[in-house]
């Protein structure tokens, strides 16, 4: 007996994938796209600092990229090209202490730092009172800030421009306000050689408007007035924390538009950094030419090209010395044959 089609069955529709755009429409320029993974077995605290290193790189990231053993740095290289990927972030682990590099595809340089200390997303939120993490906060890229990098040295310039193309460039004239939410820090310490690298989220506050009255125009929620025989005891009443914080002028900007609906832009507005994470002390201990190979431009620790080129014309000088030697030895011995 033949079967009746059912007629209810909803026909399959492909589902519409938004691809990321590869030039910023604005200033034409090339928008950098990254990869984060790992070389070698990590334990779990790196895995997760990882997935933090992901996060902050986003949008333009791969935030699920999966590794596999058997994958080695020419098969991400190969992925790399048509997916538009610029730069390698490669956290690595030794017996000493935990690496970062960060590699321009696909020639290279390549910036090898040394992890002293690190701390992930997830313990700098629980060591604060009110962590802060809104939704549309990973939509757009960071900013970067770069401080005490102006010393001269070389592999210091490297350092300053490989992590400028890193991230997208902006324009002063066009950009948003609201785009800009997150802001990486990376600080040199001339005296240590240390990297601080940190990140933080960009929130602005109204100058003096109580933290009342905010949280009120911010959630859209009637109060409870029960307790309150005015409405001047609420905005005036201390409540929860402090009701209005210091604003410090250095940290005061005014606007040129409006930001949401507390920020206007006739009034100031208060710039307020809280940290998200991770946070790491880095050490630059080598730069090299090529994608993770190649001659070594800077070495902490000596330049290892020089001293194996020392090595090696030593060598040749004692062989070249004992060849003399030997040939000395050899026509002595002719001679006084001749004489016998």
Do not use: W
């Not at 010393?151 to 950009?175: C, R, S, W």
Request: with cysteine; hydrophobic share 35%.
């Amino acid at each position: 007996m033949a079967r009746f089609r059912n007629k209810q069955r909803k026909p399959f529709v492909k589902p519409i994938i938004k691809k990321q755009p590869t030039v910023d429409h604005i200033t034409g320029d090339k928008i950098p796209k990254t990869f984060v993974f790992s070389r070698g077995k990590l334990p779990g605290r790196l895995r997760q600092l990882q997935m933090d290193l992901r996060k902050l790189m986003l949008p333009f990231t791969a935030l699920k990229l999966k590794e596999k053993k058997r994958n080695n740095l020419k098969d991400f290289l190969n992925v790399a090209g048509p997916m538009g990927v610029t730069h390698f972030l490669i956290l690595s682990k030794t017996e000493s202490a935990p690496y970062l590099r960060v590699a321009r595809t696909p020639q290279g340089p390549t910036l090898t730092f040394k992890i002293h200390e690190y701390s992930l997303a997830a313990d700098i939120a629980q060591s604060q009172l009110r962590p802060r993490c809104p939704k549309d906060l990973f939509l757009n890229s960071p900013l970067i800030v770069l401080s005490g990098f102006g010393t001269g040295e070389q592999q210091l310039k490297l350092t300053t421009i490989m992590f400028q193309n890193i991230f997208p460039a902006i324009d002063v004239n066009t950009v948003k306000l609201s785009s800009c939410q997150r802001i990486v820090l990376l600080n040199y310490n001339k005296e240590t050689k240390l990297i601080d690298f940190r990140h933080y989220s960009i929130r602005l506050q109204p100058v003096g408007v109580s933290r009342r009255i905010r949280k009120f125009v911010q959630n859209h929620q009637v109060p409870d007035l029960r307790n309150l025989q005015d409405v001047s005891d609420f905005v005036t009443k201390a409540g929860y924390g402090s009701e209005s914080e210091a604003d410090d002028e250095a940290a005061t900007v005014n606007l040129a538009t409006d930001l949401g609906r507390i920020n206007q832009a006739s009034a100031k507005s208060a710039i307020k950094l809280q940290e998200i994470g991770p946070r790491m002390i880095l050490q630059l201990v080598k730069v090299e030419e090529g994608l993770c190979s190649g001659g070594v431009i800077f070495s902490e620790y000596g330049n290892s090209g020089s001293n194996k080129n020392q090595k090696t014309e030593e060598v040749e000088k004692d062989r070249q010395g004992s060849e003399e030697e030997e040939e000395d030895g050899e026509d002595l011995e002719d001679e006084e044959d001749r004489e016998d």
